[in-house]
C-alpha cells in the first residue's frame, strides 16, 4: 500500500477521533533510515514483492487467454466431453438429474 493510498484509507475508514492523530503521525520511511542489519532483509522484501505483482500480472493475462480460448473453442470442448463422458447427462450448463 502506498502512503497516498493509507492517507485515503485512514481519511474514509478510520473514526474522524483517530484521523488526526494518524494524519499527523504518518510518513514514509526510506529504507536509508531502518536500522542496518534489517536494510538487506528490506530489499529482500521489495523484490520478491515486484516478482509476486509480476507473476500476478502473468497469471491475469494467461486466465483471460483461457477464457477467451473457451468461448471460442466451446464446440470443439462440447464434442471432446461427449468423448470422454459417455450417458452424461450435462446440458452445456449444469448436471441435470433425474427426479
Known amino acids: 500500500m502506498t502512503l497516498e493510498e493509507r492517507i485515503a484509507e485512514i481519511k474514509t475508514d478510520k473514526p474522524l477521533s483517530q ?25 529482500a522484501l521489495q523484490k ?10 502473468e497469471w ?14 466451446r464446440g470443439i470442448l462440447e464434442a471432446w466431453h461427449k468423448s470422454i463422458c459417455a450417458n452424461c447427462p450435462w446440458n452445456g450448463k449444469e448436471i441435470v438429474f433425474e427426479t
Open 19 to 43: 484521523q488526526r492523530t494518524r494524519l499527523r503521525l504518518i510518513r514514509e520511511i526510506l529504507p536509508s533510515e531502518l536500522p542496518e542489519t534489517l536494510r538487506p532483509i528490506w530489499a
Open 48 to 57: 520478491a514483492e515486484a516478482d509476486v505483482d509480476k507473476a500476478w500480472a
Open 60 to 73: 491475469d493475462k494467461a486466465r483471460a487467454a483461457w477464457r477467451k480460448a473457451l468461448v471460442e473453442n
